[in-house]
């Protein structure tokens, strides 16, 4: 649905009849309907809700048994918050393209950065690759990508930054070209420290069943420290350095996964 109505009529004015129920609002707004039920989201990707919802943190010692069964990740837990209750609620990340997408009694692994919110029907575990999480079982979840996302079947190569999961499929190999690497580009790489790594030179290779999802761009999604204000002036709690900011302790969960580059 065009975010415009019928030309001289202005913009499509959203309330909560209106608004769709596990839709897209547009391509970079996803609604969630929750009726006495309850939703994992990533912090920070809530934009705006109607209606009678609680966000607790997945340490909450009323969550306990929801954790138990639906999240084991003890490295992302500190940017994780279960949403709970009755109403609509709007995720958005940065005017990235948001999707949605079912699993069946499958088994996907996402890029952690890229996925934002999932039924508890599904468990999410910790994935063996760095840098991505897996999710299991049947329900939806609530995925951002920098472009549409293409779905592609192997066997396949792929440029690392592209990549943004893979569903029913064994993990990646690496695969270098060394011919690539050892000719000209990679004698000047080599003499300038210039150039860096490309898909050209690294790809990650897919080879089974099951299916890979790329971005349609080799442009990573920038990261950024969620489960903390942003650091800017006129924000409350926004960091070290601005009214209210409290500093961070070393060896919160969440600086160990970005220490650790996960």
Known sequence: MSPYGTPGTGPVVHDPVTLPADDNVDPYT???????????????????????????GVGHGRLDRL?????HSPLHASDWVVAEGSGKM???????????YDLADGNLTIRSGN?????????????IVPGFLT???????????NGPVVFMEPPIRVDPQALVGWADCPSPCHHYDH??????????RAMTGLGGASGEEHQFEFVGAGTVLLQSSEALMAEQATGAPPNEPGVPGGGPGQPGGA???????GDLQRRFGL
């Open 135 to 145: 999710l299991i079982g049947t329900g939806k979840f609530v995925a951002a990508s």
């Open 30 to 56: 996803f609604c969630v309907e929750l009726k006495g039920t309850q939703w994992f989201m990533q912090k920070g990707k809530m934009i705006a809700y109607y209606g009678a919802i609680d966000f607790n």
């Open 67 to 71: 954790v138990r069964t639906s999240f």
């Open 179 to 188: 011919g690539y690497m050892t000719g000209v580009m990679g004698g000047l």
């Open 247 to 253: 500093p961070r302790l070393p060896g919160q969960l």
């Open 115 to 127: 996925l934002l919110a999932f039924q508890p029907s599904l468990s999410l575990k910790q994935s």
């Open 90 to 100: 709007l995720l958005a990340d940065r005017a990235f393209d948001v999707n949605s």
